[in-house]
């Protein structure tokens, strides 16, 4: 039974982190409750860009997907794990809460 959720382990603890800054964002008014439409684009843009850079990267070679047994083995393309979009999800995300947190906080 482990085994067979095991390398979805990593999927559903980003998954479960984007729902975590979601609630965050929706608490405190930062994002999506106040502009969703921004909100969405900029991260879409981010995230393109970095999926970009990553496609970049492994056609160079510098980038490569590796053994790790907590990823799905699902791929987006070659060398590109389903988990890295998810990933700069979150990541794109999670910095534009810390840009507007910041930035409300230093208004006042």
Known sequence: MIEAITPFLYLAALLLSICG???LDIRHKLAFSTSPKAAGLSIAIAVVLFLLWDL???ALGIFFRGDAPHLSGLLLAP????????????LSYNALLVYLGFARRLSK
């Open 21 to 23: 800054l979601f609630l």
């Open 79 to 90: 060398e590109l794990p389903l988990e890295e979009l998810f990933f700069l999800i979150l």
């Open 56 to 58: 970049a990267g492994i």
